[in-house]
């Protein structure tokens, strides 16, 4: 079967002597891949002329539901991935974190798009910046699509999702992707892009797929283009270094691989529930994925005391685990990717002999379940032990990416952090404690080397996501060696696509510009009450000014009774005048109260409900006899996704000033409610 490469809107089957592909457990050719052919430039020009458009086009909360609608489709078609992937030596679990890994990704990316981000097309970061004395020229951070194309270089581990992971940001931002992954696993990635273009969720150009080489696609890059790459951190010092990358200052994401390390805590002895959740971790993780995961636990650092019982519970453990076919049973760690990683892995495993000793598995003989050590990628777990890890350094820099992992002791909290800093920046590390006084030191101490630090006792234990899962909802990648870069987290993840640009002028023309409210922004008053209005019809600016109200001290004492809080600023005399109020003060959500009840309109109409409340500040107190007034502003309006037998309505987010007599701020916030849209029956 020779793969297709998707460009341009076409299936492209590339020209030239192709790349052989073959089955991990039996070593025959499952198929062949070249790119020979592709019209890289055309491609980056497809993506950006066509692709960038229809993305942009769209809000963020339109491009979350596509990636929902997306993980759904994927969801109900993934038969055919888990099947091919057992042709990469996956087993079920491994696959189930390849698969459903990605599609849970899609899924996130979507629920945060929709509640983090505005249902427009840019995205407002940070408050107004109030630049000049009087407020006639203020600032304000933008932040809109690149429109370029973002170039996603996978590695060979995850093809569906280390696709998934950076499409979603991508796409949630508004850029086109064009998707190279791993040659050696691409047959994956090839099924999964013709499931997306099948589906016809994702818009034309958004998606792009090279199965092969990405020729000169890098002598055609732009400022406004992305590169992100996972991959070894040789590769991707390379590509970073490419003159185009540097003369176009093109964005350049690397997440690489790392010596990641796992700390047993000095408390956590052997017998202790941190000991035994310690030895199933590191088991796990240098067997999943066959220990091919850029985020497996490399470094193993335990107290001195402890060396003799963590090697014997790991051997124990290790043994325990079958190495084969996938589809055999009891299975539960299959080949590696290809022999080409077998001869990798056992040339590193070699260094690192050179000042380590095998404690367990053996590279010449071991057992393999319905499988050929001679045709598959077979490779046994082995565990190394180092003793003098400062004065060694091969284990803290080379890194045998599979199944391999190197014990050594520490003699103390501080040894155990400089160990763990010897990595050169690492994606991720774990600690596994029980003494919380441990886990700050460790943990403030390592941090500054770390993309991600877990920290494991028998309270987190049951929900723990693991050592070597990354999450969507955080940040993944890390200094140094790691690369320096940054994949998922959240929003974070999404604002790598899209231009940060300081906007600066009047607040009336910024607040055309960017659609929000700003203060000192031109308002307009309307007879009629803004509750009175539908959603189409307010006005970005549309301002009310209520009469006023004085608050007494029946009203202080009533709204005492009513709440039951009775602190003493509202209700002593004496300790009041003691106080930093000097006397009396009504409580502050007494004044929010009665703000409410100036700028409420009573009768039903289109205001629906009052849905939060978000950023109040109480500025100063109001005392007994003061007089309060509100100024309610329209301040940003957010249409929602229409839903099934629910009534069709939109967010709108109202600027609230409370000032007293003097004409003082005594409370700002802003007050959401839902409005109903206007339809034709209304």
Not at 433 to 461: C, E, P, W
Not at 643 to 661: K, L, M, S, Y
Request: glycine share 10%.
């Amino acid at each position: 079967m020779r793969l297709q490469s998707y460009a341009q809107g076409q299936w492209f089957e590339g020209n030239g002597t192709p790349a052989q592909l073959f089955h991990a457990v039996t070593g025959e050719p499952v198929a062949e891949a070249s790119s020979e052919g592709l019209d890289f430039a055309g491609m980056l020009d497809y993506a950006r002329r066509v692709g960038g458009p229809k993305l942009r086009a769209m809000t963020f909360h339109e491009r979350a539901m596509m990636l929902k609608k997306l993980a759904q489709f994927i969801n109900e078609n993934k038969e055919d991935l888990n099947r091919l992937s057992a042709a990469t030596g996956a087993t079920k679990k491994d696959a189930w974190f390849d698969v459903d890994g990605g599609i849970g990704t899609l899924f996130v990316f979507s629920s945060k798009g929709r509640r983090e981000l505005p249902n427009e097309p840019i995205y407002i970061d940070g408050p107004t910046e109030r630049i000049s004395r009087e407020g006639t020229f203020v600032g304000r951070h933008v932040c809109v699509p690149l429109e370029g194309a973002a170039l996603h270089i996978n590695a060979f581990n995850f093809p569906c999702w280390g696709m998934l992971e950076k499409c979603a940001p991508t796409w949630l931002a508004g850029v086109p992707a064009i998707v190279k992954p791993a040659t050696v696993t691409s047959f994956v990635a090839e099924r999964l892009v013709r499931l997306i273009v099948e589906s016809g969720i994702v818009p034309e150009g958004a998606l792009q797929l090279i199965c092969g080489g990405v020729g000169d696609t890098f002598e055609h890059l732009t400022h406004q283009d992305i590169v992100t790459f996972t991959g070894s951190a040789q590769t991707g010092r390379r590509l970073r270094q490419h003159s185009v990358i540097i003369e176009n200052s093109v964005r350049f994401n690397m997440e690489a691989d790392s010596l990641n390390c796992c700390i047993l805590g000095p408390d956590a002895a052997p017998g202790s529930e941190e000991f035994e959740l310690f030895i199933k971790e590191v088991g796990q993780e240098m067997t999943i994925k066959t220990g091919q995961r850029c985020t497996a636990i490399r470094r193993t650092f335990v107290p001195k005391e402890h060396v003799g019982a963590v090697i014997e519970a790991l051997s124990a453990r290790l043994s325990s685990i079958k190495l084969g076919d996938p589809a055999s049973e009891g299975v539960r760690m299959g080949p590696l990717v290809g022999r080409k990683q077998v001869g990798e892995v056992r040339e590193n495993v070699d260094i690192l002999l050179r000042s380590c000793e095998l404690v367990h598995g053996d590279l010449n003989r071991f057992e393999v379940v319905n499988g050929d050590p001679d045709k598959g990628a077979f490779f046994p777990s082995l565990l190394l032990y180092c003793g003098h890890p400062r004065a060694c350094d091969p284990p803290h820099a080379i890194e045998a990416f599979g199944p391999v992992n190197t014990v050594m002791p520490y003699d103390s909290v501080e040894d155990a952090i400089e160990l763990a800093k010897l990595g050169r920046g690492s994606l991720v590390g774990s600690l596994f404690t029980a003494d919380d006084k441990a886990a700050r030191r460790i943990t403030l101490g390592v941090s500054s080397h770390h993309g991600r630090f877990m920290v494991v006792n028998r309270y987190s234990a049951k929900e723990s996501t693991g050592h070597g899962s990354p999450l969507p909802h955080l940040v993944h990648g890390g200094p140094g060696r790691a690369g320096g870069g940054e994949e998922l987290g959240g929003v974070r993840s999404v604002l790598h696509y899209v231009q940060r640009t300081a906007l600066q002028g009047s607040p009336t023309t910024l607040t055309r510009v960017v659609g929000e409210f700003m203060p000192g922004s031109a308002q307009r008053r309307d007879r009629v009450h803004p509750f009175r209005k539908y959603f189409e019809e307010l006005e970005i600016g549309e301002t009310l000014i209520t009469h006023r109200r004085t608050v007494t001290e029946a009203d202080v004492v009533n709204f005492a009774c009513l709440s039951g809080d009775h602190f003493y600023a509202h209700l002593d005399d004496i300790a009041a005048r003691e106080s930093i109020f000097e006397k009396r003060v009504a409580h502050g959500y007494l004044v929010l109260a009665m703000a409410a009840g100036l700028f409420v309109d009573p009768a039903p109409g289109p205001v629906l409900a009052n849905y939060g409340l978000d950023d109040l500040r109480f500025i100063q107190p109001v005392y007994i006899g003061d007089t309060i007034q509100v100024r309610l502003t329209c301040k940003r309006k957010t249409p929602k996704p229409p839903r099934e037998g629910e009534v069709p309505q939109g967010v709108v987010a109202w600027d609230v000033e409370v000032t007293n007599q003097d004409g003082d701020a005594v409370a700002t916030y802003t007050i959401l409610t839902l409005v109903r849209l206007k339809t034709e029956d209304t």
